[in-house]
C-alpha cells in the first residue's frame, strides 16, 4: 500500500475533485489512442467497408485509460479520440477542418459519448482505488488491535504501534527526549513541540521545513512521528492514523494501569502477610515469654518454700524459653536481612561440616534430640557458611517440632548442583505449605506457625538455590558456584 499522492502529479488535489492525473497515465493514455487508432486505420485497409466501427475501437482506448487510470486520464484520452477521429478518418483527412454537417454532428457526439465514458469509468476507478485504500486501513487497525491485545510490555505496544503505521503513512518513528538528536533537522521543531506541549504537530506545508512528518502525542515525553497524508484520501488516512495513536494511547494506558493494579495487590498482599507475621510472632513470642514471666515470679516469691529439684526445674524451663525465644528472635531478624536484599557472602566451604554445625547446634538447643548425619563425602562448594548452616538448623528444628524423631540430614551432589534433605519419622510437610514453598513468596503463609521454613526458604533463594518438598520432607537445592 502506498498512502502518499504520487510525485509528479500535474497540480494539487483540490478537496472533493477526483486525483489530479499522472505523467505516467497520460503517457499511457497517449499511447493507448495511438494503438486503437492504428488498429482502426489497419482494420479499414484490410475492410474498406467498416468505417462505422471506426469509434468504437477509438472509445475502447478511452474506456481502458479511464478505467486503469482514473478519471482525468480518461477524459484526456476522450479529448485525443475526438481529434484522431477527426484528422485521421473524418473528409478532408489530415485536417482539422469538417466539410459536411452530418461529420460535425458524428464528432460531436463521438466527444459527448467518449466523455461520459471516460468519466464514468474514472469515478467507478476512482472510488475502488478510494475504498481500496480505506479497506486497507481498516484491515492495519484491526491487526493493530490484534498485536496490542497481546503486548505484554510498553515495548511491545510501541513495535507494533510503529510498525502499523509504516504501512499506513510510509514513515514511523517513536519520538522520545533521548531520540530528539537523531531526527532530521528539518522535523526536530514539530517533535521538540509535540514532546513539550502534548499537542498534535501537523506537517508543514509542502516545499516548507518539516512537511514530510507529523507528530502524534502518546504520553509525556512520548511521541508518534508519521509521514504526511496527501492525495484525495488524505483526510481518511489522517484519521486512520489519529485512530492507530489513540489505540495506542489506550494500550500504553492498559499496562499503566494493570502495573498500578499489580502493585497495589502486592502492597496489599504484604500487609496481609506482614499482619500474619506478626500474628504469628507474637504467639510464639508470648509463649517462651510467659513461661520465663511465671518461673521468674515462682523463684521470686516462692523461693524459700521451693525444693531444689523445683528450683531447678524452674530455671531449667527459663533457660530452655529464653533459648527458644532467642531463636524466633533471630529468624526474625534474619528475614528481615533477606528482604533487604543484601547480597551474600561467597566462600569455599565443606557441606559435610555445615551440617555438623547445624545438628550440633540443634543438638544443644534440644538436649536429648536424635539427629543423624548420613552424608556420603561431597565437594567444597563456593556458599555463604552461615546463612546455609542457619537454614538446615532450621529445616531440623522444624522437623522436630512438627514431625517425628530421629530428623535424618542425607545429601548428594548430581550435575554440578548440592541437595541436603532433612527428613523424619513424621507425615512431612503438608500439602498446602508444599505449594507455598513453590511459590515466589518468602514470608510465612497464612496459618503458619513459626518462621523457621519462611527463612530457610529466603535463604535458599538468597543463595541462588530453591527448597522444595517433593516428598514430604524438605530438600534443599543450592548450586554448587553461584
Known amino acids: 500500500m502506498d498512502p502518499q499522492a504520487a510525485p509528479g502529479a500535474l497540480s494539487a488535489d483540490l478537496p472533493g475533485w477526483p486525483p489530479a492525473p499522472r505523467p505516467a ?23 474498406p467497408a467498416t468505417e462505422a466501427t471506426v469509434p468504437l475501437i477509438l472509445l475502447t482506448g478511452v474506456l481502458v485509460s479511464a478505467v486503469a487510470f482514473g478519471f482525468w486520464t480518461g477524459l484526456f484520452a476522450a479529448l485525443l479520440a475526438f481529434g484522431a477521429l477527426n484528422f485521421l478518418f473524418t473528409e478532408p483527412l489530415f ?25 464514468l469509468a474514472g469515478r467507478l476507478h476512482d472510488r475502488a482505488e478510494a475504498a481500496r485504500t480505506r479497506a486497507e486501513a481498516l484491515v492495519v487497525l484491526g491487526e493493530l488491535s490484534h498485536d496490542l491485545m497481546g503486548a505484554e510490555t510498553a515495548t511491545e505496544v510501541l513495535t507494533a504501534a510503529e510498525r502499523h503505521l509504516a504501512r499506513l503513512s ?47 502525542s502518546l504520553a509525556p515525553d512520548l511521541a508518534l512521528g508519521h509521514g504526511a497524508p496527501s492525495g484525495r484520501e488524505a483526510p481518511h488516512r489522517a484519521r486512520a492514523i489519529a ?9 500504553l494506558q492498559r499496562l499503566d494501569f494493570a502495573e498500578n493494579a499489580r502493585a497495589e495487590r502486592l502492597r496489599a498482599e504484604a500487609f496481609a502477610t506482614r499482619s500474619a507475621v506478626l500474628s504469628s510472632v507474637g504467639h510464639d513470642l508470648r509463649t517462651p515469654l510467659a513461661t520465663i514471666l511465671g518461673a521468674a515470679s515462682a523463684l521470686r516469691d516462692l ?79 563456593r556458599s555463604d557458611g552461615g546463612l546455609l548452616e542457619q ?59 513459626g518462621l523457621g521454613l519462611a527463612v530457610a526458604k529466603g535463604i535458599a533463594r538468597h543463595l541462588g538455590g530453591r527448597l522444595t518438598a517433593p516428598d514430604g520432607m524438605p530438600l534443599l537445592h543450592l548450586p554448587e558456584t553461584p
Open 243 to 251: 485512530a492507530l495513536a489513540d489505540q495506542t494511547r489506550t494500550a
Open 170 to 216: 510510509g514513515a514511523a518513528m517513536i519520538v522520545t527526549p533521548q531520540s530528539l538528536a537523531s531526527l532530521p533537522a528539518s522535523a526536530l521543531a514539530g517533535a521538540e513541540r509535540c514532546l513539550r506541549t502534548g499537542q498534535p504537530q501537523p506537517a508543514a506545508a509542502p516545499g516548507w521545513p518539516g512537511s514530510d512528518l507529523g507528530f502524534l
Open 95 to 119: 485536417t482539422f477542418h469538417i466539410d459536411r454537417v452530418q461529420d460535425l454532428v458524428a464528432l460531436w457526439v463521438f466527444l459527448l459519448v467518449a466523455g461520459l465514458s471516460g468519466w
Open 25 to 47: 497515465g497520460l503517457a499511457a493514455a497517449l499511447g493507448l489512442v495511438a494503438v486503437t487508432a492504428g488498429l482502426a486505420q489497419l482494420e479499414l485497409w484490410a475492410l
Open 391 to 449: 537454614a538446615l538448623f532450621n529445616l531440623i528444628d522444624n522437623g522436630l517440632a512438627h514431625g517425628a524423631a530421629p530428623v535424618r540430614i542425607g545429601g548428594k551432589c548430581d550435575r554440578g548442583s548440592l541437595w541436603l534433605k532433612v527428613s523424619d519419622a513424621g507425615e512431612g510437610v503438608p500439602p498446602l505449605l508444599r505449594a507455598w514453598l513453590d511459590g515466589p513468596d518468602l514470608h510465612p503463609a497464612p496459618g503458619q506457625g
Open 303 to 381: 523461693d524459700a518454700t521451693l525444693t531444689a529439684a523445683a528450683r531447678t526445674d524452674l530455671l531449667t524451663a527459663i533457660e530452655e524459653e529464653a533459648g527458644r525465644l532467642n531463636r524466633h528472635l533471630a529468624n526474625l531478624l534474619q528475614l528481615s536481612r533477606l528482604d533487604l536484599g543484601a547480597p551474600p557472602r561467597s566462600d569455599w566451604v565443606d557441606p559435610g561440616d555445615i551440617a555438623l554445625a547445624a545438628a550440633t547446634r540443634a543438638r544443644r538447643a534440644f538436649p536429648g534430640a536424635r539427629i543423624e548425619i548420613t552424608l556420603p563425602p561431597l565437594p567444597m562448594i
